[in-house]
Nanobody
């Protein structure tokens, strides 16, 4: 396991944009698939987006398709989640995670996690 570090959360208004970033130790980043998950208040943990090691394959939760974009910079060993047109239901603690292998929606497939960053969308 390696420690991932998220940043970029905050309090925004409905319709605003926000970019989350996750820094990964370089030795653990190459060939790792990366994922973003979230836990809304009082709700279950859920998959948000994932990207494979090359960046050529991505997957999104239906409710964020067209609004969120996951990307990665393999030179900098970072993965980002660009969030547009934010809604109150996007309010959650967001976590990034990594796994060796292909992209997955299952949190149990990911071995390393960040500490989480709070995103609050106010109406």
């Amino acid at each position: 396991q390696v420690q991932l570090v998220e940043s970029g959360g905050g309090l925004v208004q409905v319709g605003d944009s926000l970019r989350l970033s996750c820094a990964v130790p370089k030795r653990a980043f190459v060939y790792a698939a990366m994922g973003w998950f979230r836990q809304p208040p009082g709700e279950e943990f859920e998959f948000v987006a994932s990207i494979n090691w090359s960046g050529e394959s991505t997957d999104y939760l239906d409710s964020v398709k067209g609004r969120f974009t996951i990307s990665r910079d393999n030179a900098e060993a970072t993965v980002s989640l660009q969030m547009e047109s934010l809604k109150p239901e996007d309010t959650a603690i967001y976590y990034c995670a990594s796994r060796m292998g292909d992209i997955s929606r299952k949190s149990t497939d990911y071995g390393s996690w960040g500490q989480g960053t709070q995103v609050t969308v106010s109406s």
